[in-house]
């Protein structure tokens, strides 16, 4: 009779440990948008377009430009829309300088100045004024954004696309 040892247990296995936040939310779905087949002219001109987009200074228009464009276009309405929405805290942060210069802008200057105070005092004694010139103020910034997004988008759209071949081709690459 031979002896044979006891086997040795396996040594328990870590668990994974689950995928960040910006992995779930921003890599994975970007890594599938490259998986799809687009080109890299509709790859660059959906991220341009998402990014334009994302920097409207008027909230909640992005959704509705980026899927109208998107469809119009015949791009990726996901991508776009992830590329606009990821520019959200961008938007935030340049919306209050371009409505200050669009009040300037669209204001004949001698008005009230665009300030929260001025706001909570126009709102308190004369509410239709508050109004005009929050209206004068957005009308200004989305006219400012219009002008400068042209050139962003050219830049973008025709500065992605050597990025687009080269990680479209590593891509191919990989998966042969």
């Given amino acids: 009779m ?16 689950p995928p960040s936040w910006w992995r779930r939310r921003v890599v994975e ?8 087949g687009l080109t890299p002219k509709q790859l660059s001109l959906t991220v341009a377009l998402g990014v334009v987009f994302g920097l409207v200074p008027i909230l909640g228009i992005t959704t509705l430009l980026g899927t109208a464009t998107a469809v119009r276009l015949r791009l990726n309405v996901a991508a776009l829309l992830l590329v606009s929405h990821l520019m959200s805290p961008v938007q935030l942060l340049l919306i209050i300088p371009l409505m200050k210069l669009g009040a300037k802008l669209i ?11 001025q706001l909570q005092h126009l709102f308190g ?4 004024q508050a109004l005009h010139l929050l209206w004068q103020a957005g009308l200004g910034a989305l006219l400012i954004w219009a002008v400068a997004s042209v050139p962003l988008a050219l830049l973008l759209n025709f500065g992605l696309r050597p990025l687009f071949r080269r990680l479209l081709a590593r891509q191919s690459r990989v998966t042969e």
């Avoid at 970007?30 to 799809?36: E, K, P």
């Avoid at 204001?107 to 105070?117: A, C, N, Y």
Wanted: charged residues 10%; aromatic residues 6%.
């Fill in 2 to 17: 031979s002896y044979s040892p006891a086997p040795v247990p396996a040594p328990p296995v870590a668990p994974a440990t």
């Fill in 29 to 36: 779905p970007v890594l599938n948008i490259l998986r799809q």
């Fill in 107 to 117: 204001g004949s200057g001698t008005g009230p100045e665009l300030t929260l105070e």
């Fill in 125 to 128: 004694t004369d509410w239709q």
